[in-house]
């Protein structure tokens, strides 16, 4: 979600970070193949190793061959029953509901706003992480999601100052894993944009021109495609090298709330053609033109990467997460930002599609749900990866339980299959009540333990 503090910033703000401490990097590798307009299949030429620089480094083998440790199975997989998507459990075949929580520590200051600190090896604190996933256990949640840092300063993030990862970093990320797998919770990893440091971000600055720019070279172009592809290539790889549980990954959300900046070229052109990464032209002098444009990039970029990510991690869910659409919603016309939900849901290879629907802006479930493009009968899971409500709409917490409560219930005749909260216990997460506020009243009130149905 943004939120008014903007401790999850729209991509436009994060990419405006990552550029003012990004550094040179080598010149790239060759990247996976990407594919061609829709093309259900992929393969991965030679890929750069996972280099975890500024500690030792782990060496690998320079193309994604099967590791010499055996990857275990994901747990949590999607299938079909009656033509409508649900997940379930691989060992015992039994129906999966994701209920959870987002878990965000906070503390560095980007561009004046919060940052994602969860797994800054100076402030990881792997006892307040093993108390939290402990009482999620004991209360009958068993899905967290969890952020990574793409732009704070160097030794604070996933990147490296060298080209690569950051050792320590991805020590932590397989540290928190362990621990939930310990406590039988299954962890969306948000790999989000392209690290600050590293080098990832070589091919995405070649890829800005006049005619595409802002944050939408990301989705636009094939060197923001190769950027993002490289860094998924290289982090799935570490997890790897490091011997991570895999099969306490629940899923690899690409990155959290994609979307396009509409006050940036393309989508401020009223004429003109236009190639994207995809290898299509497109007229600019036609509104549904740039929908499409829109649409088919989106689609494009996310069924490469869950290509690459399946060669290396063959039974892993991908996924990508949006929050509100821009049109119709009257409160959000003045905004930039622009998500694409109806065309991905329906024509990405996505595993399924995560959205963040919060009450208190003036519309409600089925208002969303039209907007979105989604109905009850949608063929893809869909989970709700976000929700919550604002102090200032509720002067309560138990008030706000209540409504957090009616809401999901509601929301399972809109085709919804699971629900996380924001978030566990983020107090800097002003103005939003969370789980354990008022001394967890929310927490009870949406505890699978005590509401086994969230349906009911």
């Keep these: 979600m943004k939120h008014q503090i903007l ?22 590798t060759s990247l996976p193949t990407l594919l061609p307009p829709r093309s ?46 649900e997940f379930y459990d691989r060992l015992d075949n039994a129906k999966f509901v994701p209920r959870g929580m987002n878990y965000a520590r906070v503390d560095h200051i980007v561009n004046g706003n919060h940052w994602h600190s969860t797994f800054d090896p100076a402030l990881y604190d792997p006892d307040e992480i093993d108390r939290a996933l402990h009482q999620m256990e004991a209360d009958g949640y068993n899905v967290v999601r969890v952020f990574f840092d793409c732009c704070s300063a ?17 020590e932590k990320v397989v540290d928190f894993l362990k621990h939930a797998k310990q406590h039988h919770i299954y962890v969306i990893l948000i790999t989000d944009g392209t690290p ?4 990832y971000n070589d091919a995405l600055w070649r890829a800005y021109t006049p005619q595409i720019s802002g944050n939408n070279p990301r989705y636009l172009t094939r060197g923001g495609l190769e950027a993002k592809l490289e860094f998924e290539v290289d982090f799935i790889r570490a997890l790897i090298e490091l011997q991570a549980p895999m099969d306490a990954i629940f899923a690899y959300d690409l990155t959290n709330e994609v979307h396009f900046d509409t006050f940036e ?5 009223s004429a003109g053609l236009v190639t994207t990464g995809n290898g299509k032209t497109y007229d600019m002098a036609e509104p549904d033109e ?7 990039n989106l689609i494009y970029w996310i069924d490469n990467l869950r290509q690459a990510i399946l060669q290396l991690d063959p039974t892993a869910l991908v996924e990508a997460s949006f929050f509100s659409p821009l049109a119709p919603i009257p409160s959000r016309l003045d905004d930039s930002y622009v998500s694409v939900t109806g065309a991905v849901i329906a024509g990405s290879q996505a595993d399924f599609i995560e959205l963040h629907p919060y009450p208190g802006k003036g519309y409600d479930l089925m208002e969303y749900a039209e907007y979105y493009g989604i109905e009850a009968n949608t063929s893809k899971p869909v989970l709700m990866g976000e929700f919550g409500v604002w102090t200032s709409d509720f ?9 957090l409560q009616n809401w999901q219930i509601q929301s399972c005749q809109y085709g919804f299959d699971g629900w996380l909260l924001w978030t566990w216990d983020t107090e800097e997460s002003e103005g939003l009540w969370n789980a354990l506020s008022q001394n967890g009243e929310i927490e009870k009130a949406l505890a699978p333990i005590n509401y086994p149905d969230p349906c009911k």
Excluded: K, W
């Excluded at 401790?7 to 790239?28: K, M, Q």
């Excluded at 002067?395 to 409504?403: I, K, L, P, R, T």
């Design 7 to 28: 401790i999850l910033v729209g991509l436009a703000t994060l990419l405006s970070a990552c550029t003012s401490s990004a550094i040179s990097g080598p010149t790239s």
């Design 265 to 269: 070229p393309p989508f401020t052109l």
């Design 40 to 85: 259900p299949t992929i393969e991965l030429t030679a890929t750069p190793a996972p280099t975890l620089t500024s500690e030792p480094t782990i060496n690998s083998s320079p193309t994604p061959t099967p590791s010499p440790v055996p990857i275990a199975e994901h747990r949590i997989g999607v299938r079909y029953v009656d033509g409508l998507g």
């Design 154 to 170: 160097a030794g604070q993030q996933v990147g490296s100052t060298l080209h690569g990862l950051s050792h320590s970093y991805m």
């Design 290 to 296: 740039q929908v499409r444009m829109a649409s088919d």
């Design 196 to 199: 600050a440091y590293g080098g």
């Design 395 to 403: 002067d309560s917490a138990v008030s706000a339980a209540q409504f």
